[in-house]
């Protein structure tokens, strides 16, 4: 049974930084690329950043890319966001995602992924 848990998020000021992770259980975590979605007040989920099993190949979106760094450490089958110089638009529920099997490419997308976790809710204020 696969199972993800976030942890790490808060309440900080806009140009603070914040480092929330996901632990994962279930099976070989360093086959599965990883995923890092957040859900807005009144919005969809979207795409974060993603980064393969290896953590050779890492995808980001064009909103977080140079203040977000995502990263993993296969031994401790965890998943981390560093987040710097957060934003008030930051604020978001934060979920780490898993597919369901290895697929072959780092994917971006809600509907490749299969697990998720109960997110962390990260909040900035201005």
């Known amino acids: 049974q696969v199972q993800l848990v976030e942890s790490g998020g808060g309440l900080v000021q806009a140009g603070d930084s914040l480092r929330i992770s996901c632990q994962y259980s279930?099976?070989?975590?360093?086959?599965?690329?990883m995923g890092w979605f957040r859900q807005g007040p009144g919005k969809e989920r979207e795409f974060v950043a993603a980064?393969?099993?290896?953590?050779?190949?890492?995808y980001y979106h064009d909103s977080v890319k140079g203040r977000f760094t995502i990263s993993r450490d296969n031994a401790k089958n965890t998943v981390y966001l560093q987040m710097n110089s957060l934003k008030p638009e930051d604020t978001a529920v934060y979920y780490c995602?898993?597919?369901?099997?290895?697929?072959?490419?780092?994917?971006?997308?809600?509907?490749?992924?299969?697990?998720w976790g109960q997110g962390t809710q990260v909040t900035v204020s201005s």
């Open positions: 995602a898993a597919p369901p099997a290895p697929l072959g490419h780092v994917p971006l997308w809600v509907y490749e992924y299969d697990y």
């Open positions: 279930g099976r070989t975590f360093s086959s599965l690329a």
């Open positions: 980064i393969s099993g290896s953590g050779d190949s890492i």
